[in-house]
């Protein structure tokens, strides 16, 4: 997408790696022969869903969808973490803008509701003293509908709405990651350079938001070419403050790494 000069698709390129024409092999290419299909799943099995606590009653997913119905224009924020090895101490809490495919992560210490709690009671009080300074919607804007997973560790995320009655915070059906899919999918490109079952121990913030501006300064043909750094950049409720603030570089798309080679530090 960087290279309109370019005019074939890149399945002709793989074609060409696969018959040997070019300088690269077939094995060198992201994925190839990581994904093994299952005959043994059964797709018409049925979850049998447990039922939210009486405390998330008003904040399911179904008062989310009406939610959104009131109030089309609203950005969406969705929640998740990554972790690492089972061992590992650290994960990464992922905070995902959906409309911009744009997502950006804060090293957790410890994968619980309290250090979740915490770090998103940080990055809501800068961007509350930016928008109190400068007047940028950041804080408003950014906290006005969150959606995450049932996982123990947002249990807390609730007393954000008691706080502020402008918070909406809402729940996924319990096995229904999908409803949340823009911020799952967007971790396929955080396994690309960080593969499953590798530690977090050893990393700091300064790793993840170089994580991050690689991955936001890759072009998606879903945002017409552009790369989600470019939109956030571009969107006047955000800007260069918001991107400088979380910690997010412009990387040139020809020096985007999608690769574990990004980040040295990160061991088996």
Known sequence: ???????????????????????????ELRMTGRRKPSSSYNYSKKHDYTILSSKKIGHKYTDYRLYMSEHPNALVIQLDTVIGCIDGKYSVLTIHIVNYRFQFGILLEAHTKDEVFKKLSELFASMKEIETADGMPF?????????????????????????????HVFYCHPLSSFEKGACERNHVLVRYIQYKGWT?????????????????????KSLNGKTPYQCVEEDT???????????????????VILNPSLLKSIKK
């Open 237 to 255: 409720r955000f800007g260069k403050e918001f991107l400088d603030l979380i910690g997010i570089n412009k990387i040139p798309c020809d020096d």
């Open 200 to 220: 977090f121990d050893g990393m700091n913030q300064d790793d993840i938001q170089k994580l991050f501006s690689n991955i936001n300064s890759y072009p998606r």
């Open 139 to 167: 804080y408003s804007t950014f906290t006005e509908v969150i959606l995450t997973d049932n996982g123990p560790e947002f249990d807390a995320l609730l007393n954000f709405c008691d706080q502020d009655s402008n918070i």
């Open 1 to 27: 997408m960087n290279h309109p000069e370019i005019n074939v698709s890149a399945l002709t390129i793989r074609n060409w790696i696969a018959k040997g024409i070019l300088n690269c092999k077939l094995s």
